[in-house]
T-cell receptor, first 110, second 113 residues
Framework: DQQVKQNSPSLSVQEGRISILNCDYTNSMFDYFLWYKKYPAEGPTFLIS?????DKNEDGRFTVFLNKSAKHLSLHIVPSQPGDSAVYFC?????????FGDGTTLTVKP | KAGVTQTPRYLIKTRGQQVTLSCSPISGHRSVSWYQQTPGQGLQFLFE???????NKGNFPGRFSGRQFSNSRSEMNVSTLELGDSALYLC????????????FGEGSRLTVL
């Protein structure tokens, strides 16, 4: 049973518009949710996180929303830039272990 | 500050062989995790070590093993390689405080022929 699901394998948006990446989870026992970005031939890099006790966290163009009742997480990127084109993974941490979704490939077209 | 270093970056093996991958974490990080990434499968958790002890283990067969040394460097070994073991193996280190943010290496790309 997959505990973290990113139901959209890919997303394409125009430069300057908003990108919304979604993540659903089944396990309510987590400390933090994190988003990572991965470029080809590189390891994932941390993007933004949110604590289980919060419902929103902002960092520049990136905002993460957490809806605990719906067990849903989303990452908003505004405005989207071509350099944002990458694979985005959501993950939660619990007791030292991180569980990842399958990733969503974001393409931002100039 | 040096990042997470993984060696080798690329390797090709044949079925039945075994392979050892190495990971040097960021200085001061005592937690090291290993993940397998295959196309369309996301990052599958293999195991996590902290202070030379395996604390968490994923759902992989016993052919996959690992260890951590006193200097926090870690190795993972895969014995009796199968074609399906072809993947990118990622190592990540963390401080194991706060958010649990992982710092990943660039990975070791294993191809099994």
């Amino acid at each position: 049973d997959q505990q973290v699901k990113q139901n959209s394998p890919s997303l394409s948006v125009q430069e300057g518009r908003i990108s919304i990446l979604n993540c659903d989870y089944t396990n309510s026992m987590f400390d933090y949710f994190l988003w990572y970005k991965k470029y080809p031939a590189e390891g994932p890099t941390f993007l933004i996180s949110i604590s289980s006790i919060k419902d929103k966290n902002e960092d520049g163009r990136f905002t993460v929303f957490l809806n605990k009742s719906a067990k849903h997480l989303s990452l908003h990127i505004v405005p989207s830039q071509p350099g944002d084109s990458a694979v985005y993974f959501c993950a939660y941490t619990n007791a030292g272990k991180s569980t990842f979704g399958d990733g969503t490939t974001l393409t931002v077209k100039p | 500050k040096a990042g997470v270093t993984q060696t080798p970056r690329y390797l090709i093996k044949t079925r039945g062989q075994q392979v050892t991958l190495s990971c040097s974490p960021i200085s001061g990080h005592r937690s090291v995790s290993w993940y397998q990434q295959t196309p369309g499968q996301g990052l599958q958790f293999l195991f996590e070590y902290f202070s030379e002890t395996q604390r968490n283990k994923g759902n992989f067969p016993g052919r996959f093993s690992g260890r951590q040394f006193s200097n926090s460097r870690s190795e993972m070994n895969v014995s009796t390689l199968e074609l399906g073991d072809s993947a990118l193996y990622l190592c990540a280190s963390s401080l194991f405080t706060g958010t649990g943010e992982l710092f990943f290496g660039e990975g070791s790309r294993l191809t099994v022929l």
